[in-house]
């Protein structure tokens, strides 16, 4: 031990905190871009960074391709059949031959007819059938004409611009640890999930299985490295953080002498590199891995990416879709977006052939801690990072007046008499327990003390401490529902506080959290599932997963928590191999109330060896209200034990079922009662099934999730602000909003280089399409459709401050026609039509949808000069 005396800021729990240059912009290529730019309260100064931000995308535009002949991918179960009898190599040539032969004559299309240098970045065979492309040395203006060609061309099914996906958001709590008696191993989380009971009972290593790691990369026996293809023979990659080390040890680690095993210790693992040690990774290269993945034999894919809100129709979420369609069990993690509140799931996760998985927090930690002097029994944990403490710093009470959690800045010390420079600042992490109790003692501590003065003595050593927050799901973990209501995530796994491998540089062993953590666990149980029954396929394994899910409960309560957050709640491997029952469907998504059926059914199915009688009983979870009064996510989830009720037709609790019977169960369901029908309020709950002759036998639950009201109320684009903002150029090619000034002289374009229309929208909530339509101010009739691919946007985030971004440089398709034309010179207006959520399209009888139109733009385009 060594005594130190430090100044701190009292403010909870630990974190020691960094200034950081808020300048990064997330790209997302094409003529229309969703993207990252800091929030200021001066319109102009958005105005700025939007620009910056279309440059940098305009800079090396890129693109993927989707054509209409079936992708190449075979069936898990034919492939193996051809493999046995040696005809799977010749066959896939074929089949690859055929889909090859599409992509060569789109190539000579764009460099013959379109004379366009391009460079092509990835063909896709299998799963989908396409290309990615990065258009070199082409304007902005000339490559909306080419996208426009482009979608003309017959066999071209869909342009998608590519997308830029983050690094995992994983939280490293230390690094290189010394291996204690009591250190908090997978092992504790092995008996909750019953994958020791499963490993000892049933002897399931996950030997024989193939799981393919997508992520920041490892060296193990099989994979690719897509960020550096010169080192590509290493099989997996380099591992620059640590990450997909972590991922895999969670998957099949083992070490005798560190007592440290994965939950499928002899299972075989591939990783395919396709982050850089910083930035992000494109879409495309996902999907490449994707297919290598499956060219290589892989039997589970995890995929421990993915972040913000999206829908199921992009070209990574049908590409992984469609593995699992061709029998490999694809697991997903939901997102560590859980501060942004609802509709979070991201892509691929929200594909309903995709295994889904949210985070919940582990049974303890080894951390670094401190001692008050003469208090034996307080003991605080804190993060061990940069600057190294100094010692005779003195501990002063300073209760700041500002926001404890460090949002809003503190005084300068110049204008302060009790300045917090050179201090060590407690900043608030959340409303969870631990941090106030330990806030409290410290207070305790100071306040008996006549100078309000005390002594911390740092340990030399790590220190085990209890997670108060112990199997409830992690703050950090994503929430659903989807897009359309959706019951995403589907299961969840232990990812709060996972102590796994990291490269022996980085000390061997760190723990982390994530939903990164409880992805792998998850795919690790699909690896024993496998292993138990090889007939089983993903949508098997996805729905024993969910049936034998055990929920957890809302903190402090005896009610669990939401659906929405835990899906059908912790996987348990063991329950779901050995559980002979089954019922269908596994999940119950019952929309919002103007959707809800009447009645819903339940088949159950006795598959054990004798009868049995289940008892139906339901287990209502608790509801959450995660909108504002005007329909818009809150940043805040507010939460009522109230719930629906569950009513049997006919009421009878029991069913008995014969070996090998089945039998159907209807009910209906009554949203709750005391809630305002108007407020969006989420209702969740379990069909609960439990066998009674032998109570040995584990009970089943079908999870659910509804909408109180009506979600075609809820807003799409959001108009506060400002927003919709429309941008102009300014003479030096900078952006600026325009404002109505009531002026009599509307802005002028030329629609020449970048002076052209910008819009910037905020999205409240999930999108299925934008119309976005060219209004004739001369006339009042519509001209025209912006051609752009505005379809399936997710939410844009006030956290993050991300807006979707449009541009148009002049041209229109004419629906009649279906061809593209350029308006002539004169006034405008932009009309963006946004359909509600469930509306059936623009013009239907009956369907709602919002509106904004912009102030007058002027199209005045530059005279050729005529040589006299």
């Excluded at 092995?190 to 920041?216: F, S």
Aim: overall charge negative.
């Amino acid at each position: 031990m060594r005594p130190r005396t430090i100044a701190l800021v009292l403010s909870l729990s630990i974190a020691i905190v960094t200034a950081v240059p808020l300048n990064a912009i997330s790209d997302h290529s094409g003529p229309f871009k969703s993207f990252l730019i800091p929030s200021f309260d001066d319109a102009p100064k958005k105005a700025d960074l939007a620009f910056e931000a279309f440059n940098a995308v305009s800079s090396q535009p890129s693109y993927l391709i989707e054509f209409d002949l079936t992708p190449a991918g075979l069936n898990r179960n034919e492939r193996l059949r051809m493999e046995r009898n040696g005809e799977f190599e010749a066959f896939a040539d074929t089949r690859h031959a055929v889909v090859s032969a599409q992509h060569q004559r789109f190539q000579s299309l764009l460099t013959d007819n379109m004379n366009v240098d391009y460079a092509v970045r990835h063909e896709f065979f299998d799963l989908i059938n396409g290309l990615s492309i990065e258009f070199q040395d082409v304007s902005q203006n000339r490559i909306q004409q080419l996208l426009e060609q482009i979608r003309a061309v017959p066999g071209v099914v869909k342009v998608s611009p590519l997308i830029s996906v983050s690094q995992p958001k994983t939280i490293v709590h230390d690094t290189g640890f010394d291996i204690l008696a009591a250190t908090p191993q997978l092992s504790t989380a092995h008996e909750q999930t019953g994958v020791l009971k499963a490993r000892e009972e049933l002897n399931l290593t996950g030997k024989g299985i193939k799981i393919g790691i997508i992520g920041p990369g490892c060296k193990v026996q099989y994979g690719y490295d897509f960020v550096e293809p010169s080192t590509a023979e290493e099989a997996g990659g380099f591992d620059c953080v640590g990450h997909g080390t972590h991922v895999a040890g969670i998957i099949a680690g083992s070490s005798t002498k560190s007592n440290f095993f994965g939950v499928a210790p002899e299972a075989t693992l591939g990783t395919y590199r396709v982050f850089p040690c910083s930035g992000t990774a494109k879409d495309d290269v996902i999907i490449a891995a994707l297919e290598r993945a499956y060219r290589d034999g892989m039997e589970i894919v995890n995929l421990s990416l993915g972040g913000g809100s999206a829908w199921a129709d992009t070209p990574l979420s049908k590409a992984a879709g469609y593995l699992a369609h061709l029998g490999v069990i694809v697991v997903a993690a939901i997102g560590n977006d859980g501060e942004l509140g609802i509709d979070e799931v991201s892509s691929p996760s929200i594909n309903e052939n995709v295994i889904s998985v949210a985070s919940y927090e582990g049974s303890g930690f080894l951390a670094n801690y401190f001692e008050v002097k003469g208090a034996p029994d307080v003991r605080i944990d804190y993060m061990d990072v940069p600057p190294v403490f100094q010692t005779g710093i003195p501990l002063v009470l300073m209760v700041p007046e500002h926001d404890p959690t460090g949002c809003q800045p503190y005084p300068d010390s110049a204008d302060s008499s009790n300045p917090i420079a050179g201090k060590v600042a407690l900043l608030k992490r959340g409303d969870c327990a631990f941090t106030s109790k330990q806030g409290e003692t410290l207070l305790e501590q100071l306040e008996a003390t006549p100078d309000k003065s005390i002594t911390i003595v740092y340990s030399e050593k790590k220190g085990v401490f209890a997670n108060e927050l112990a199997n409830q799901i992690s703050t950090f973990s994503s929430w659903g529902l989807g897009p359309e209501l959706e019951l995403k995530p589907d299961v969840a796994g232990p990812g709060g506080y996972i102590y796994s491998t990291v490269p022996v540089r980085k000390g061997s062993f760190s723990t982390m959290s994530g939903t990164s953590m409880a992805t792998p666990y998850v795919a690790g149980c699909a690896a024993l599932m496998l292993q138990a029954d090889t007939s089983i396929g993903p949508a098997a394994v996805m729905q024993r997963m969910q049936l034998y899910s055990k929920p957890r409960l809302y903190k402090d309560t005896s009610v669990p928590d939401s659906t929405a957050r835990q899906g059908a709640g912790m996987v348990h491997a063991y329950d779901a191999i050995q559980g002979r029952a089954a019922a269908m469907p596994t999940h119950l998504a019952l929309n919002d109330t103007d959707h809800t059926l009447a009645s819903y059914t339940l088949t159950l199915t006795n598959l054990y060896a004798s009868a049995e009688v289940f008892k139906i009983s339901h287990v209502p979870a608790m509801s959450t209200l995660g909108y504002t009064p005007l329909g818009q996510p809150a940043d805040a989830i507010v939460y009522s034990n109230s719930a629906a009720a569950l009513v049997l037709d006919p009421p009878n609790s029991t069913v008995r079922l014969e070996a090998g019977e089945s039998r159907s169960v209807t009910f209906r369901f009554t949203p709750p009662q005391d809630l305002d029908l108007a407020s969006h309020w989420i209702y969740s709950g379990y069909v609960r099934m439990e066998p009674t002759l032998d109570t040995s036998r584990p009970a089943m639950q079908v999870p659910y999730a509804g909408m109180l009201g009506s979600y075609g109320t809820v807003d799409i684009m959001d108009l506060q602000e400002g927003f919709p903002i429309l941008l102009s150029s300014t003479p030096d090619g900078k952006l600026m909003p325009i404002m109505d000034n009531n002026s009599l002289e509307p802005p002028t374009f030329t629609m020449a280089g970048t002076d052209l229309v910008s819009i910037l929208f905020k999205i409240s909530n999930p999108a299925r399409s934008l119309h976005i339509l060219v209004l004739d101010n001369r006339t009042q009739k519509v001209a025209g459709i912006v051609p752009v691919d505005a379809d399936n946007i997710g939410r844009t985030d006030a956290v993050k401050t991300k807006f979707f971004g449009v541009q148009w440089n002049g041209k229109i398709l004419k629906p009649r026609t279906d061809t593209i034309e350029t308006v002539p010179d004169g006034d405008y207006s932009i009309v963006v039509l946004a359909p509600k959520p469930f509306s059936k399209g623009i013009g239907v009888r009956g369907e709602t949808h919002e509106s904004w139109m912009s102030p007058t733009i002027r199209i005045k385009r530059e005279q050729p000069q005529v040589a006299r």
